[in-house]
């Protein structure tokens, strides 16, 4: 990691001078992310960014010589288990550290023996962070992968938590009290999972309206990748109206819009389906991260309706081990999209200018 920052000007001063009426040029400054997912210090530590997500403890193991589907009796494995602080939020925090120059975390724990572990994660991977430490004990989740195949070399993965977790103590009294950290940041991050509680829906809610309001972009990831049978799309529609950048998996949007999921998906068929997005979700002001390939993440487009299209390799086929690679994925595009994104603010300004392009939409259980 490196141990020098930069300023915005000067990272913004280090691209070649492209014709500010050409726009379209001017998004490519960087053409993909692609170098900065294998490479985080190809460019300097740039930006703030705020992330909301769960704080969870992971235990880690696998059936590496067998399927789940094969097994039919009681079975003792004696493999590696690993332990570690996981959730969307300390995920993408620390795959991003490498990329920012401040990475900010606000989330809610639980109380108990795991507590100390938890803060010390945080420290130790040079997070700054804003967690309360709420009653209840703190959630485990326990992850588990079979044998691979050729079709599918990584296996299937099969997660089992928690039904309550801290994260849903997390209110909208918890985000007003951090709301300097949100309103000051380059970007705020948040992912679907805090829409599956009201508590946290409205909290993540109150914290979109602050980014909005200050004119900081907001980053949505539409995870789980079945939410659809947990929510109907218009519970995320608010969520995805404001916001500046979506990155969803392929499979995930079709179910979403009730579009048939091909066997195959392309870079055709992904451009089709943003193609045919609602109108109020289709303005060339947002970007679309399309995932889809082997493990619906080898491949992504990004998509700026009616402005620019980009489709690249994120590496995941080649990748030894896939634990945590979309963060990695996703913290280098949004380093990609902010670069460019903020080079374009300042030739066209009223890209900027969210709060007067993007009407607020309250979230309502």
């Not at 990831?221 to 404001?242: G, K, N, Q, W």
Request: with cysteine; hydrophobic share 40%.
């Amino acid at each position: 990691m490196p141990e020098t920052t930069t300023t915005l000007a000067e990272l913004l001063a280090s691209f070649d001078p492209l014709d500010p009426r050409d726009l379209r040029g001017f998004r490519h400054a960087l053409p993909t992310p692609v170098t900065l997912i294998g490479c985080p210090d190809s460019l300097p530590l740039a930006f703030e960014v705020t992330v909301i997500g769960d704080i969870r403890v992971d235990v880690r193991s696998g059936v590496p010589t067998r399927r789940f589907v094969d097994m039919d009796t009681d079975e003792q494995v004696r493999t590696p288990v690993t332990v570690d602080v996981g959730g969307t939020a300390i995920g993408f925090a620390r795959a991003a550290a490498p990329h920012f120059a401040l990475v900010h975390v606000i989330g809610a724990m639980g109380h108990d023996h795991w507590s100390e572990f938890i803060r010390t994660s945080f420290d130790f991977a040079r997070i700054d962070s804003s967690i309360s430490e709420v009653e209840g004990p703190n959630s485990l989740v326990v992850v588990l992968r079979d044998q691979g195949t050729p079709e599918n070399p990584h296996g299937v993965r099969l997660i089992v938590s928690d039904a309550e977790t801290p994260y849903g103590q997390l209110d909208a009294d918890r985000i007003r009290a951090h709301s300097a950290f949100i309103e000051r940041s380059d970007a705020l991050v948040i992912d679907g999972y805090a829409l599956l509680e009201e508590a946290t829906a409205e909290a993540v809610d109150v914290a979109v309206d602050l980014a909005v309001a200050a004119g900081v972009p907001v980053c949505f990831d539409i995870v789980p990748h079945r939410i659809d049978s947990l929510l109907a799309f218009e519970r995320l529609r608010p969520f995805i109206h404001r916001s500046s950048l979506i990155t969803t998996e392929a499979q995930t949007l079709m179910r979403l819009l009730g579009r048939e999921v091909p066997e195959r998906v392309t870079a055709e068929v992904v451009q089709d389906l943003i193609d045919g997005l609602p109108p109020d979700l289709a303005d060339w002001q947002r970007t679309w991260l399309v995932r889809y390939g082997e493990g619906n993440m080898d491949e992504t487009s990004a998509i700026s309706p009616s402005h620019h299209s980009v489709t690249y390799p994120t590496g995941y086929a080649q990748a030894t081990t896939v634990t945590g690679y979309g963060y990695v994925v996703a913290a280098a595009e949004l380093k990609w999209w902010l670069t460019n994104y903020t080079r374009a603010a300042q030739i066209y300004p009223r890209l900027a200018e969210r709060s007067e392009l993007v009407e607020p939409r309250r979230f309502r259980p």
